[in-house]
């Protein structure tokens, strides 16, 4: 019987054709982890503001996988010695960055699972499959954690001049059409250099990352922080708030009409709180976790749309046919007597007391484009100096982008009509 061929070209409209490089990246791809990916979508809600916004997980990870192998060969080229069993275990690494995002990517991140960040559950993820491919990935995992000995892989990884942010800040951009956040990642990619095996930008690629930094500002407050996309995600949270609460005060003694309708994936996340350690204790939750993605979200948003709890059925209905909460935005928290204005407008509209923490929410969206104090992006200088992209750029705008933003938001169900339904 012929051996398949793992030897796969792939067509991507970001940057055309990519390349699987190797037989073990082509199972992991091919991997039930990693096509899971492929039912998670890149930007939560964002489709509900900008409609082509429809690219999942599955394509960042293999843009970036693409872009890493781009990287390695710049370094390469500059006289670095970087071995194939490196070069695999960073292309590996990137590509399996983001397998331990649940559903929606960020919107849920802290919602589902409380408190167990998505990088936990992807080093979780690798180490899992890493004792599937008999020990295949335990360079990229070193890579992953930041533990092995040459530090320039993993900020290829993770730092903020990285693998990740280039190709999703390329492909959001493409996706969604905000022309205005395009990055010049091949350009970034051709001035990286090596200092000590650490990653440095030669001079020349200064205002390439001047404008990376103020394209990832514009993203994230035109697209990741959009006031409507915030709106979509407070209510897709207020929705499984609301589901776990009934599924924990009904318990066993629900009847076929007073039921929460969950997939089983779900249902193990919203019965009862799930650790780090149960994770680590009990490889079932693991895998319940691998079975979970959007799909699971939106067929029991459907099913609660008729839910006779009227909260959990009118946020659902309202979400799924964009009826969204209005939105008000402030430099500065919002003062308590409009708070309690809205909240006797919704008193007024047949909302219960008890009720009003599902239908009015206050949030702050923050906002950094650069924090040289979590880790730099440093230039090397015509003259073998290695200073700070902030005290090498000649524009004042780049400092300024150092700064935390906060913009308050609160938001609300305005023009609120309830319409209790029984399933049928």
């Not at 394509?59 to 996988?65: E, N, R, V």
């Not at 799930?274 to 993605?293: C, G, H, S, V, W």
């Not at 009015?360 to 200088?381: F, H, R």
């Not at 090498?392 to 938001?411: E, F, H, Q, W």
Request: glycine share 6%.
């Amino acid at each position: 019987m012929a051996s398949q061929n793992k030897k796969k070209i792939l067509n991507d409209p970001v940057y055309g054709f990519i390349t699987i490089p190797n037989e073990l990246t082509f199972d992991l791809v091919e991997h039930p982890y990693f096509q899971r990916l492929r039912r998670i979508k890149q930007l939560g809600l964002s489709e509900l503001v900008y409609p082509g916004a429809l690219h999942t997980r599955f394509h960042h990870a293999l843009g970036a996988m693409h872009l890493m192998g781009q990287a390695i060969q710049t370094l390469r080229g500059k006289g670095h010695r970087i071995s194939e069993p490196e070069c695999d275990a960073a292309q590996i690494a990137i590509l399996l960055h983001d397998i331990g995002h649940g559903p929606f990517s960020h919107v849920l991140e802290y919602t589902i699972l409380q408190g167990i960040p998505h990088e936990r559950l992807s080093l979780l993820l690798m180490e899992d499959l890493n004792r599937q491919f008999n020990g295949g990935l335990s360079i990229a995992i070193q890579m992953f954690e930041g533990t092995y000995p040459r530090p320039f892989f993993h900020q290829l990884i993770s730092s903020q001049l990285d693998m990740d942010r280039m190709d999703y800040l390329n492909r959001d951009c493409f996706y969604t059409g905000v022309a205005e956040g395009t990055i010049g990642a091949d350009r970034i990619i051709k001035m990286l250099d090596l200092v000590d095996d650490h990653l440095v930008v030669e001079a020349k690629g200064i205002l390439s990352i001047e404008n990376f930094l103020s394209s990832r500002r514009l993203m994230y407050w035109q697209v990741y922080l959009h006031k409507t996309s915030l709106c979509a995600e407070s209510m897709l949270v207020q929705i499984i708030r609301r589901a776990r609460f009934l599924l924990t005060q009904t318990g066993s003694g629900q009847d076929r009409e007073t039921a929460v309708f969950t997939t089983p994936a779900l249902h193990t996340f919203l019965s009862k709180p799930i650790t780090m350690e149960d994770f680590q204790q009990n490889p079932d939750y693991l895998n319940a976790f691998t079975q979970l993605d959007d799909y699971d979200i939106w067929t029991s948003v459907k099913f609660w749309s008729r839910h006779p709890d009227r909260v959990l059925s009118t946020l659902c209905q309202m979400l799924l046919d964009r009826r969204l909460f209005k939105i008000i935005l402030s430099d500065q928290p919002f003062a308590g007597d409009l708070v309690r204005e809205i909240e006797q407008q919704l008193l007024e509209a047949g909302i219960q007391q008890d009720e009003l923490s599902y239908f009015l929410v206050e949030g702050v969206a923050t906002n950094s484009a650069y924090l040289p104090s979590i880790d730099n992006i440093n230039i090397k200088l015509k003259d073998d100096r290695i200073i700070d992209i902030a005290d090498a750029s000649d524009l004042p705008g780049i400092k300024a982008l150092t700064n935390m933003v906060r913009r308050y938001y609160l938001c609300w169900a305005k023009n609120l009509t309830q319409q209790p339904v029984r399933l049928v």
